[in-house]
């Protein structure tokens, strides 16, 4: 099993500009979750997917996701902000179970 | 504001010895995670303790939970080099399964 994998590993990406970060697992598990995490500081929750065709937002706008299979969890940034300059982090579990994350997205916003 | 906050937020020891983290929370919960982040690195699950739980074991490591006092302890023994890394406590604030809060993690350094 490749697990939880992440692209790209890093990007730069302009004010305004939008990008998708791609995730996907091949665990089988349902659900899925994003979170970001500066610098010093731990993780926080931006969206998480329960099961396929639903998701919840932890935090304001910025940020788009859809779950249209249960593999995949792409998180779509709209009009990128420095704001938004974090490591992003895709995570999958079974109900009540351990995360399993990716190794991450390095993204910077200029 | 964070659900779980780890104490110390930095800890060196030598290797060899024993290092102990803290982790306090606010409210109740089904069950408390412990992951180890390498830098640069995603996280590494190392234990789950659910809230009917009182201690765990895995190798050099012992989680005790006191759901009482709303407190984690992650112990590690005879450290080795390959221990440095952050370690964070994650709870899941009985929102329903999956929604993890973190703390902001223990810098954890083990000197040769």
Known sequence: NAGVTQTPKFHILKTGQSMTLQCAQDMNHGYMSWYRQDPGMGLRLIYYSAAAGTTDKEVPNGYNVSRLNTEDFPLRLVSAAPSQTSVYLCASSFPLYEQYFGPGTRLTVT | SQQGEEDPQALSIQEGENATMNCSYKTSINNLQWYRQNSGRGLVHLILI?????????????VTLDTSKKSSSLLITASRAADTASYFCATDANQGAQKLVFGQGTRLTINP
Do not use: C, D
């Open chain 2, 50 to 62: 659910r809230s009917n739980e009182r201690e765990k074991h895995s190798g050099r490591l012992r």
